[in-house]
């Protein structure tokens, strides 16, 4: 679901539900006039924001500026929600109301051009209509003023009239049938040379041109077995000759095939406003320049470490402020890739459009590479303090390796810490979990309850006795302080044991819930084992 990305507006756009209804119609229109006005490279105050949807000027002046493509986006949905909440019928309005269908009809666009003309400040309303569902709509004037506005900076491209460039279009969509394109492939193909959207060439041709036979568009199977040639090396001419495809068809299915991928694979980040302002590059390199006022700590490289783990000690830590601009980069990258991702269309978008968007990935990568470089001797650190009788140094190095790779995608530095400590907190339960399973794996499956069993008698020898305490000292450290005193009571891991009723008597709860902390305890336990 869609989320504001500036609070102030979003709880504007609140207050404004429980606004009186003819008060709450001319702030509405009030916002739709705003957003029309709006310049997306352009920057606002929120003063003057809500003085001109509310009319009120706000005792205090808020100096904090908003960018007009944030306002943009927000200013939409606010429309949307409070629009929303007043129940407009769609007979009750004085003029036409378009549904996203009939505004692409009458424009002859794609209803995709329309979505797009939404996030570009197109005004839309939620309206209940004849059959009591409430849709999006458009006012025919609020559509014919944003084709004029500022913020109609997309302006629909003429469709071929009748006559010669409908006479020029069916020659070339014949040319090209002739040639084995299929509809869809053809309107692509056309799209390029005339500038309109694949999807209206492809509508004007099922209209004007439907006495031309087209090739039947290839089926899954077909496609799949582009992707798996073109997996196995095979050049695209090769391909189209094999499969009886057209070249430019093979081009196409292999680039749908990979932006269907890249659209489903997810981009998540650590969202920030400075990352809305039109200046936020600049002003992230310039925390990353930014000289620390502290001293630069060298850490003694120990001796017992082989030559490759020795020379991670001789890369340059980062000072906080470096690392605090290295993740607002990092973030601020997938940010922008995330953006580049919503406008990927498997049937419009072209290879520019994707490499775009993987390049910027790519770069976000490189920022994170950097970031974990300057870490991995925190790895080194913390893995000497667990290696064990059957687990050796390098395996836990390769572990944590990987462990502080998902730690700096997780990694929120709006809290305030540094990387450092959410690392180290990282490795450890990472380290608890790998080492019992590690050993595990050596002597055959143990369950997590056996480990805690430490009443038989015949214990091994005293090496194993200390491994499989440390052990549980592993394992016990993924429960918090109540779960830890349920099992050790229970258990008999401090003292003696101790029944459901002595625990609760001790920890001033009921019976009852000393049997549930104790089954979710057990069950973190084995998770963390496995």
């Known amino acids: 679901m869609a989320q504001y990305r500036l609070e102030s507006i979003g709880e504007l756009a609140r207050q404004m539900r429980f606004t009186p209804i003819p008060r709450r119609l001319e702030q509405l229109d009030a916002a739709e006039d705003l957003l029309l006005k709006l310049c997306p490279e352009q920057t606002y105050t929120l003063a003057e924001i809500l003085t001109a949807i509310t009319g009120y000027e706000p005792r205090q002046a808020d100096k904090s500026l908003l960018t007009g493509v944030a306002l943009q986006h927000d200013l939409g949905m606010l429309l949307e929600e409070v629009s929303d909440s007043l129940q407009l019928h769609v007979n009750s309005s004085p003029e036409p109301i378009l549904t996203i269908e009939e505004a692409a009809q009458r424009l002859s666009v794609t209803t995709k051009t329309i979505q797009r003309w939404r996030r570009r400040g197109l005004p839309a309303r939620r309206f209940t209509y004849c059959d009591g569902k409430r849709r999006i709509g458009f006012r025919f004037s609020s559509l014919q003023r944003f084709l004029g506005s500022p913020a109609g900076v997309e302006q629909v491209t003429p469709v071929p009239s009748t006559g010669r460039d409908l006479r020029w279009l069916r020659d070339q969509a014949q040319r090209l049938a002739c040639r084995g394109y299929w509809r869809m492939l053809a309107a692509q193909r056309l799209g390029a040379v005339s500038g309109l959207a694949p999807l209206t060439l492809?509508?004007?041709?099922r209209e004007h041109a439907g006495d031309i036979e087209f090739?039947?568009?290839?089926?899954?199977?077909?496609?799949?077995?582009?992707?798996?040639?073109?997996?196995?090396?095979?050049?695209?001419?090769?391909?189209?000759?094999?499969?009886?495809?057209?070249?430019?068809?093979?081009?196409?299915?292999?680039?749908?095939?990979?932006?269907?991928?890249?659209?489903?694979?997810?981009?998540?980040?650590?969202?920030?406003?400075?990352?809305?302002?039109?200046?936020?590059?600049?002003?992230?390199?310039?925390?990353?320049?930014?000289?620390?006022?502290?001293p630069a700590l060298e850490e003694r490289i120990p001796r017992d470490l082989p030559p490759y783990l020795r020379d991670l000690y001789r890369i340059p830590l980062l000072s906080a402020a470096q690392e605090r601009g290295l993740f607002l980069k990092y973030h601020y990258l997938r940010f922008l890739a995330s953006q580049l991702q919503k406008e990927l269309d498997p049937q419009v978008s072209r290879y520019r459009e994707l490499r775009g968007y993987e390049q910027m990935r790519y770069r976000a990568r490189l920022v994170r590479a950097k970031i974990v470089e300057a870490n991995l001797r925190l790895v080194v650190n913390v893995a000497r303090k667990h290696v064990r009788a059957g687990v050796t140094l390098m395996e836990l190095v390769s572990e944590g390796n990987m462990t502080l790779i998902r730690a700096a995608d997780a990694f929120d530095v709006h809290r305030g810490h540094r990387f450092s400590t959410y690392a180290t907190y990282a490795l450890m339960r990472a380290f608890a979990r790998y080492i019992p399973t590690a050993l595990a794996q050596q002597r055959g499956a143990v369950d997590p309850e056996m480990l805690l069993d430490r009443r038989d008698p015949a214990a091994a020898r005293p090496a194993e006795q200390a491994m499989a305490r440390d052990e549980v000292r592993s394992l016990l450290a993924c429960l918090d302080k109540r779960e830890r005193d349920v099992v050790c009571g229970r258990y008999g891991l401090r003292s003696r044991e101790r029944s459901c009723r002595e625990l609760a008597r001790e920890l001033n709860l009921s019976s009852q819930r000393i049997v549930q902390i104790e089954q979710a305890a057990m069950a973190k336990l084995r998770e963390q084992a496995r």
């Open 202 to 205: 492809e509508g004007i041709l």
């Open 215 to 294: 090739a039947p568009a290839p089926d899954a199977q077909a496609r799949a077995q582009v992707i798996e040639l073109r997996e196995e090396g095979t050049p695209l001419n090769k391909i189209a000759c094999r499969l009886g495809i057209p070249l430019f068809g093979v081009y196409r299915v292999i680039l749908e095939d990979r932006i269907t991928r890249a659209i489903r694979r997810p981009v998540r980040f650590h969202d920030d406003p400075l990352y809305h302002q039109p200046d936020a590059a600049d002003q992230i390199e310039q925390i990353i320049r930014q000289e620390s006022l502290e």
